[in-house]
């Protein structure tokens, strides 16, 4: 129950990182708000896995679970709901919700994600998160020794490519237009028999998120039964920009070695700034981010 709308600490975003991050804090005394809107990047994946203790679980029952038990803590408090906006005071940040809910803190953390921008293609966004996969440490057991394809192309792609085939010998490329492979690349590639396909792919025929075949431009289908595909993505939540908060060269937020951001007081953990998306990633960011603001809290107390 809120009792007021001045907090330590707000967290925007509360899922795996930012809850792990409210616990921290919740244990650390702290008056901490979690505001969320219920709109988990990993929504669409059926299981969650190389997380110990959790390994092979639905993400939305570990949420749930942990929701169960940061809400133990009654230093922890929830706002469901949307942030718009954010302003920086001084004493701290205002947060105002599409409601017109108005919350003050002290400090700030993102816990807020990314999100992917997918191709347009016919029947992909149905299979993301299920047979389209980004990570072969979260999936890749599920799919070893499959028929598997990866859509990439250049260096990115013959990196992609030498990864993935830890997990299946069954592998081709993908480059989905004109290969950009160099000689030297596309040698190797032809020695581990991964065959490239610069057809244009047009669609993915799928049943419940599972791909039976894909389609290509030429009318040409071919069977595959996991497809690797790293989106490209764009921050969630807008608001960390519009605070002035910088981005990295690939638009993660920058922060130092204690999850500080640029602007002083603001803190991001989860995957919002950091490459390696992982329930348990995020979670150890959470965790460590909600250390390192309760440590700045106590400096500032302390040393006056």
Known sequence: MIQNNKYDVIIIG??????SAAMSLGRSLRQVLVIDSGLPCNRQTPYSH?????????PAVISAKALIQVDFYDTVHFYNGLAIQALKTKE??????????????????FATGIKDLLPKIDGFSECWGISILHCPYCHGYEVKNEKTAIIANGDMGFEYAKLISNWTKDLRILTNG???FTVAQSQILQQHKIKVIEDEITGVKQENGDIQELIFKSQVAIEVKAIYFRAPFEQHCPLPEALGCELTEQG????DAFQKTTIPGVFASG?????ARSVAMAVSSGSFAGASINRELIDESFLG
């Open 14 to 19: 509360g899922s795996y990182s930012g809850l």
């Open 50 to 58: 190389n997380f110990i203790t959790q390994d092979g679980e639905k």
């Open 92 to 109: 701290g940040f205002e947060i105002k919700t599409e409601f017109g809910k108005v919350f003050i803190s002290k400090k700030l953390l």
């Open 178 to 180: 004109k290969s950009t």
């Open 252 to 255: 993660l937020l920058k922060v």
């Open 271 to 275: 995957d919002c700034h950091i490459q």
